[in-house]
């Protein structure tokens, strides 16, 4: 499930104004349902300003949508030279001129991967195609002409390496020197892991204030900062990190608990047997000491201090297929521009991989993630491992829990600055959505449920309008998108004479 975040809101100073902001401005009561979707409908985003709203489904529409009317529908008739199989992801760039919307392309003997297509808003003419693998790297905005795309490259079995791409909207060659690509990062994964839903944060955005009081910046360091979510310490495990990276005969198992246990495959004893899958593991882990790009730290040091910074965000892993780390990499101001190797160009083997700035493990099945409006705060859905469990075979994941935690990471502090929210129930292995049929709106500030939001069956996605707060809307497997206002706007509306249906962008046109 995609988790919806409002902007945060300071705690009032009376216990009236906290049950204003607690219950009467919280967008709970159902004003419309919305039926023209004819299959699942998996995501809802909003535009910068607030006008206008996209829908993804399986039906292969994206629906474009303004006030209470439907303005205009990209049908599957558009995309079906491309054999798209549905839509799964929609963006609004920065400027509300040009919508991203990411597919699921059906190829050679039905093998899918992605496609990312960008859609004027003026007349919704196709401007762009862009090839994605695997297809839920959903692609996302890197400024209001540009977008990141992946690629995927397996070099063994269980090994493969990620390519992210910086693409030109206009797919329109201005000159044979400038080209509209680019490689951003390449980075290997390993144990069957790949990287998904990337995300970019942009920092120049943050105006809300700390939620965790006397928080402190994080060191500035060369090697990635670990952060782990079992028992054990931030210290102890970055302090792991680093031992690890720095002797290639020190193999760790990582258990749920945090634990490390330790092995020495190069002692001059007896040496435990490995399977295949093991050896290409150890392997993969040295070829990727030996080759991993060394941070520029002049860059970097220059960049801690630039509050316009922006952070590449996704999910990925390290011990099994299933992603339960979010990997953060800073990117720098020479990687926003389109000068460097043409398109289909291929890395050769002499050359480096990057190296994560931030690697998060939750220790779980990641389901979802979303960022606050101004960027500050990262919202990770997963279903946690059993504690205490070891992963021995990367295709044979730990069960996961019924029940859907929500994380709250502080991306100016990279820490978690809540308890863990727990309230979703689920009921099978893999699905991604909320199963309990509910949407939920929680308050930050005293780690509550304040509302549950109904549907028919599985919940996908959630979206709060960027200009008011009290509007929000949730998208179903039921094939409905529901729009959700506070009790004091109905109020509001329903004190003005002749005034017969809700517009759902009535405040913001006020």
């Not at 004003?31 to 409908?41: A, F, G, P, S, Y």
């Not at 985003?45 to 006008?51: A, D, V």
């Not at 079906?80 to 990411?102: I, K």
């Not at 910046?217 to 990635?224: F, I, K, N, Y």
Request: charged share 20%; glycine share 6%.
């Amino acid at each position: 499930m995609t988790p919806g975040a409002s902007q945060a809101i300071s705690a009032a100073v009376s216990w009236l104004g906290e049950f204003q902001r607690l219950y009467d401005t919280i967008p709970c009561v159902e004003v419309e349902t919305l039926k023209e979707h004819r299959d699942q409908v998996l995501h809802v985003s909003f535009s910068h300003n607030g006008y206008l709203f996209g829908s993804c489904s399986k039906d292969c529409f994206v629906k474009v949508w303004s006030n209470d009317l439907e303005i205009s529908v990209l049908h599957s008739a558009n995309m079906r030279p491309y054999n798209w199989s549905y839509t799964q992801f929609s963006q609004f760039n920065a400027e509300d001129t040009l919508l991203l919307v990411s597919g699921v392309y059906i190829g050679p003997h039905s093998s899918s991967s992605g496609e990312i297509a960008v859609f004027s808003l003026d007349d919704f003419t196709l401007l762009s195609r862009v090839r994605n693998k695997p297809y839920d790297v959903f692609g996302c905005w890197l400024n209001e002409t540009h977008l990141i795309s992946g690629n995927l490259h397996w070099i063994g079995n269980m090994t493969s390496c990620s390519v992210l791409w910086l693409n030109k909207a206009y797919q329109d060659i201005e000159s044979e020197n400038i080209n509209v690509v680019k490689r951003l990062f390449q980075l290997q994964n390993l144990n069957a892991s790949t990287i998904r839903t990337v995300m970019v944060a942009d920092c120049s955005r943050h105006d809300t204030p700390d939620l965790l009081l006397g928080s402190e910046e994080q060191p500035s360091d060369s090697s990635p900062q670990v952060f782990d979510l079992g028992s054990d310490s931030e210290d102890e495990v970055c302090t792991r990190a680093k031992h690890r990276s720095e002797g290639p005969g020190e193999v760790m198992v990582s258990s749920q608990d945090g634990e490390q246990r330790d092995g020495n495959v190069f002692s001059d004893g007896e040496q435990p047997l490995m399977d295949e899958k093991q050896i290409e593991a150890r392997v993969a882990e040295l070829f990727l000491q030996a080759k991993t790009k060394p941070a520029d730290m002049s860059l970097l040091s220059e960049q801690q201090t630039n509050p316009d910074k922006k952070y590449l965000i996704f999910t990925t892993g390290s011990l099994t297929y299933t992603p339960h780390q979010i990997g953060i990499k800073q990117i720098l101001p020479q990687h926003m521009t389109t000068s460097g190797p043409v398109l289909g160009e291929e890395r050769s083997s002499n050359e480096f991989f990057d190296a994560l700035d931030y690697t998060i493990d939750v220790h779980g099945h990641i389901i979802g993630m979303g960022l606050s409006p101004d960027h500050r705060y990262l919202y990770v859905n997963s279903r946690a491992w059993p504690k205490g469990c070891i992963i021995s075979d990367p295709m044979n994941p730990p069960p996961i829990a019924e029940e859907i935690d929500i994380h709250v990471f502080d991306l100016k502090t990279m820490r978690e600055v809540t308890q863990t929210l727990r309230a979703h129930t689920a009921y099978t292995p893999n699905d991604d959505g909320a199963e309990d049929r509910h949407g939920y709106i929680w308050d930050r500030h005293y780690n509550i449920c304040l509302a549950k939001l109904q549907h028919d069956d599985v919940v996908n996605s959630v979206a709060f309008s960027p200009v008011d707060q009290e509007m929000l809307i949730t998208a179903s497997d039921d094939c409905t998108l529901k729009v959700w206002r506070s009790p004091r706007v109905l109020r509001i509306v329903s004190s003005k004479p002749n005034r017969k249906k809700l517009s759902f962008f009535w405040l913001s046109k006020k």
